[in-house]
């Protein structure tokens, strides 16, 4: 069963949800095992353990053998370090137990609902006022994986971090982001209408074009902005790159930002 095939929701998920008005369930993302972390314990504690047994092994005749059976234990020891944590991970992981499959982000049309062990709570898109994202491509110990984080603050002052092992964050994520853009779009264009610049870290939409500090590229220079490797560029109309080169992670609500470019920028065109 893949992470987003649809469940029947817990009792406690679909309570949350009738009482935050999220309307229609779309979508479960499960919770995802700490994959890298149990690889990682498992190579030094393998490595540990084995390196402790074959001081044992070594021909009882030797005269080396007293030596290497007494420092045994003390090879052991890293070992039994790393393989508390990953015995830890194994029990808790969704593949073991069944209650730890029911957690994850459950996807509703007006928001969702995120299942922990500590506990149940809704969230509806229009109620976040910022997403910082940022998204990392990771290389440890030759296991390759995408590291994501999500923080989210909230009108009520609720914080919340979505992070890599939170959910299936490689779909939920986009959906997210794009889901709390078309909540905050039309609230961004009746403020830029209104004739006031909109802030978006180090970004600011104005009627004369995007600005980063004293640096601006009129409309009629704007021919987009693009999003990548992590870091947001600014593109004129000639092809070159402004050189800005901010990161993703510095600029709140980034999906919003793109949507209201592409919604003034056709506006002026």
């Not at 997210?176 to 006031?196: E, H, I, R």
């Amino acid at each position: 069963m893949s992470a987003t095939d649809v469940v029947t929701e817990p009792v406690t998920v679909t309570q949350a949800a009738a009482t935050a008005g999220l309307g229609e369930f779309r979508a479960f993302h499960r919770a995802r095992n700490a994959v890298t972390l149990m690889v990682v314990c498992g190579m030094f504690a393998l490595m540990s353990l084995g390196c402790a047994g074959a001081l044992l092994v070594v021909d009882t005749d030797s005269p080396m053998y007293d030596q290497h059976a007494a420092g045994a234990p003390y090879v052991a020891i890293p070992g039994l370090v790393f393989l508390v944590p990953l015995i830890w991970l194994i029990v808790r992981s969704p593949a073991v137990s069944a209650k730890a499959r029911r957690y994850g982000v459950y996807e509703y049309e007006h928001g969702f609902v995120h299942l922990r062990a500590k506990g149940v709570q809704a969230y509806r898109y229009e109620a976040v006022q910022t997403v910082h994202m940022r998204i990392v491509r990771n290389n440890t110990y030759g296991a390759v994986n995408m590291i994501y984080d999500y923080n989210l603050v909230l009108s009520d002052g609720r914080k919340l971090q979505l992070g890599t092992y939170a959910a299936d964050m490689a779909k939920f994520g986009p959906v997210l982001a794009a889901q709390v853009a078309q909540a905050q779009l039309p609230k961004a264009l009746a403020y830029f209408d209104q004739g006031n610049p909109v802030t978006f870290g180090r970004f600011t939409v104005s009627e004369e074009g995007v600005s980063s500090g004293k640096k601006l590229v009129a409309w009629s220079e704007l021919a987009g902005i693009t999003v990548a490797q992590g870091r947001v560029s600014v593109l004129r109309t000639d092809g070159k790159s402004v050189g800005w080169n901010i990161e993703v992670a510095t600029v709140p609500n980034l999906y919003t930002m793109l949507a209201l470019v592409d919604k003034l920028q056709k506006k002026v065109r």
